[in-house]
C-alpha cells in the first residue's frame, strides 16, 4: 500500500496515525483500515441504493442520466487522481468519496428540501449529516455494533458540513465545527472533486436532455476557451463528441489549476503533519482566483439553466408533493410503513417516531418512493 511506505507526503493521513474507530477491532490481516473503511461502504445497502437516486433527473426519465452511484463514482476518480498528484492518500480519499451521497434522499436535493422542510419541529433534516447516520447508526450488518464504524479519518470526510447545534453531538467529529478548524488535505480534495463532477457532468446530462443550448454554453467562459480550441484542432467533428471532448478539457483545466494551487499553498505553509492543516483557518485545498471565478460563473449557469429549467421545475414540483405526502402518512398512521418499523415506532415520542420516519423515506430510491406514494396517497 502506498500509504505503508515513504511515497505519502508528511501531511498525509496516515492509519498508524488514525483516530481509531468508535468500537474497537482488531487489526485486519490482508489489508488497511482505510482499505477496509472503503470495502464497508461499498457493500452496505445504502451504497447499493444509490444506484435508483437522481443526480438531477427522476431515475425512470432516462438510462444514460447520471445517478448519485455514478456520481460517486466520478467523484472518486477525480479524487483518486488529486490523491496521487498531491501524495495524499488515495484509498481513504476514494473512501470518502464513495460515501459522501450515502445520506441522499430519494429526488434530489428537491426531496432534500421538502424532508427538511417537514422536519423542522424535529431537528431538521441534512443529507451531509445523513450520510455520517447512515455509516455511524442506520446500517445494521454486524453482530457488534450498529453502522459501519469507519475510522475517524473516514467519517471526517463525509461530514462536509454541520451547524453548530449538530456539531455539538457528534463527539470528535463535531470539533472542528466548533473550533472553526479544517479537516485534513483529503476530505478537502474530495469536497472540491464532488463541485468538479457535478457541475461538469450536470453540462453532459443537461444537454443530452435538450434543457440546455450550446448557444447557451457558449456563454460560459470555462466552456468557451476549451471548446473553440477542441473545435478548432477538430473541424469536422460531430456535435456530440465535440462536447464530450470539451468536457474532458474542461475537468482537465480545472483540476490541473486545483493541483498547481494546492502545491503553491503547502510550499507556502510547510505543514509537517495532518494536524498542521487541520488548524488552519481556512482551506488548503483551492482553485486559483481566476478559475474559482469561472467554476462559480458555472455553478450560477446551471442554477438559472438547469436546475430551474421549467421541465426540471416540474419534476421537482412532483417529488416534493410526494414526499411531504409519504411523512404526513407515516406520521398520521405508522402502522402504514413495514411491520418491523412501526412494531418499534408505537412506544417512541413524536420526536424519535419523526427520525425514524425521515431515516426511512430518505433511504427509499427513487422509484421505490413513486411506488408508496401510489399505494398509499
Same mark, same amino acid.
Given at each position: ?82 490523491? =496521487? @498528484? %498531491? +501524495? /495524499?492518500?488515495?484509498? &481513504?480519499?476514494?473512501?470518502? #468519496?464513495?460515501?459522501?451521497? !450515502?445520506?441522499? $434522499? ?23 449529516? =445523513? @450520510? %455520517? +447516520? /447512515?455509516?455511524?447508526? &442506520?446500517?445494521?450488518?454486524? #453482530?457488534?455494533?450498529?453502522? !459501519?464504524?469507519? $475510522? ?226
Amino acid at each position: 500500500m502506498i500509504e505503508s511506505d515513504n511515497l505519502l507526503a508528511c501531511f498525509a493521513a496516515r492509519e498508524i496515525d488514525s483516530r481509531g474507530r468508535l468500537y474497537q477491532e482488531s487489526k485486519p490481516k490482508y489489508r488497511g483500515e482505510f482499505q477496509r473503511d472503503r470495502d464497508r461502504i461499498i457493500h452496505s445497502s445504502a451504497f447499493r441504493r444509490l444506484v435508483y437516486k437522481t443526480q438531477v433527473f427522476v431515475n425512470h426519465e432516462g438510462d444514460l442520466y447520471r445517478t448519485r452511484l455514478t456520481h460517486s463514482i466520478e467523484v472518486s476518480q477525480i479524487a483518486r487522481t488529486l490523491a =496521487q @498528484s %498531491l +501524495r /495524499v492518500n488515495e484509498v &481513504l480519499i476514494e473512501a470518502m #468519496a464513495l460515501a459522501h451521497d !450515502l445520506g441522499h $434522499t430519494p429526488f434530489g436535493h428537491a426531496g432534500q428540501d421538502t424532508l427538511n422542510k417537514c422536519m423542522q419541529d424535529f431537528g431538521g433534516f441534512e443529507h451531509n449529516l =445523513q @450520510s %455520517l +447516520r /447512515v455509516v455511524d447508526k &442506520l446500517e445494521s450488518k454486524y #453482530a457488534e455494533f450498529d453502522g !459501519l464504524n469507519l $475510522t475517524f479519518e473516514t467519517r471526517e470526510g463525509i461530514l462536509k458540513h454541520c451547524s453548530l447545534k449538530n456539531a455539538e453531538h457528534l463527539g470528535d467529529v463535531g470539533k472542528r465545527f466548533i473550533e472553526r478548524q479544517q479537516p485534513g488535505l483529503e476530505a478537502q480534495l474530495v469536497n472540491i472533486a464532488d463541485a468538479i463532477a457535478y457541475n461538469h457532468h450536470d453540462i453532459d446530462d443537461g444537454y443530452r436532455a435538450g434543457l440546455i443550448t450550446l448557444e447557451q454554453l457558449m456563454q460560459v467562459d470555462l466552456f468557451h476557451e476549451p471548446f473553440s480550441k477542441v473545435k478548432e484542432k477538430f473541424p469536422k467533428i460531430d456535435e456530440r463528441r465535440l462536447i464530450h471532448e470539451t468536457l474532458r478539457q474542461m475537468i482537465t483545466n480545472v483540476v490541473n489549476d486545483l493541483i498547481t494551487n494546492t502545491q503553491c499553498m503547502l510550499e507556502k505553509l510547510k505543514p509537517k503533519s495532518i494536524d498542521d492543516i487541520r488548524i488552519q483557518k481556512t482551506k488548503i485545498a483551492k482553485f486559483s482566483e481566476n478559475i474559482n471565478v469561472e467554476h462559480l460563473e458555472l455553478k450560477k449557469f446551471l442554477n438559472s439553466n438547469l436546475y430551474k429549467h421549467p421541465r426540471v421545475i416540474d419534476m421537482t414540483d412532483q417529488a416534493e408533493i410526494m414526499i411531504e405526502k409519504l411523512f404526513e402518512r407515516y406520521m398520521s398512521d405508522y402502522k402504514a410503513l413495514p411491520e418491523d418499523i412501526h412494531h418499534i415506532l408505537q412506544e417512541e415520542t413524536d420526536n424519535d417516531r419523526a427520525r425514524k420516519i425521515s431515516d426511512y423515506i430518505a433511504g427509499m430510491t427513487d422509484r421505490f418512493a413513486i411506488a408508496e406514494y401510489e399505494r398509499l396517497i
